[in-house]
């Protein structure tokens, strides 16, 4: 198992939004050791008041560790609510879009129920692609569950996403290839590092007005040499 840190920079914070997002919210997640010795952390997000700027309680994080193919894993459990999202996904050092985007778990606080689970890659937006599905989450997100991949990176392999060990998705090299071509090789061969954040507005809409808080919860991240499925 390794330990790691957390990247928390990335375009995809400033996309759709207001004035604000330079700076909104980034992250908080600990390294994984913390989970060994019974830790866990918390990333709230909130804002400072009518007209004011998100903000994040804790500091970015700069990336210190990659790595490719292997079992990916958080126990998370996140908030709900109209202009929240809170993520867990990974992005190749040297350019995104282009190094790929593997989203372990995207949710929008207006959708209690589900996930989404989303490969990107190709030039900038609005030409990149981005090829998602969603995922029932039993009970609802605002319990503890693991979202998890298991990446084969071979010229053969496959993404295999899952929620609480039940796999919800499967990408093959074959499938992606025939999506777009390139994009298998491109996620396969380009190192990815771990994201978790608590992001406000853009994809899931404007929240609403006034002062507000949200806390996600993240028990530990774990990530393997070898998938398990």
């Known amino acids: 198992m390794y330990g790691l840190r ?3 920079t990335s375009r995809e914070f400033s996309r759709n939004r207001s004035p604000c997002a330079a ?5 908080d997640a600990s390294d994984a050791f913390h989970h060994a010795s019974g830790h866990r952390r918390q990333v709230e997000e909130g804002r400072d008041g009518p007209g004011g700027c998100d903000r994040s309680r804790d500091a970015e994080r700069r990336p210190t560790w990659e790595k490719l193919g292997g079992h990916w894993e958080a126990r998370m459990q996140l908030p709900t609510g109209q202009g929240l999202w809170p993520a867990f996904w990974t992005v190749g050092n040297g350019g995104w879009p282009m190094t790929g985007e593997i989203d372990i778990m995207e949710n929008l606080g207006h959708q209690p129920n589900q996930v989404h689970q989303v490969l990107h890659y190709g030039p900038d937006e609005p030409s990149d692609i981005n090829w998602g599905q969603t995922a ?5 997100v605002t319990g503890f569950h693991t979202y998890a991949i298991d990446w084969n990176n071979s010229a053969n392999g496959y ?3 899952s929620v609480d060990g039940v796999v919800t998705r499967t990408v093959t090299a074959a499938q992606a290839n025939a999506r777009q071509a390139g994009l298998w090789d491109r996620i396969r061969t380009n190192p990815q590092n771990i ?17 507000m808080s949200a806390v996600m919860k993240v028990d530990y991240i774990r990530v393997y040499e070898n998938p398990m499925n």
Do not use: E, F, H
């Not at 700076?23 to 992250?27: F, G, I, T, V």
């Not at 029932?136 to 609802?140: K, M």
């Open 159 to 161: 993404i295999k996403w």
């Open 136 to 140: 029932p989450v039993s009970g609802g």
């Open 195 to 211: 994201i978790i954040n608590l992001a406000v507005g853009g994809w899931p809409g404007t929240p609403p007005a006034g002062p």
């Open 6 to 8: 957390i990247l928390a």
């Open 23 to 27: 700076r909104s919210p980034r992250l």
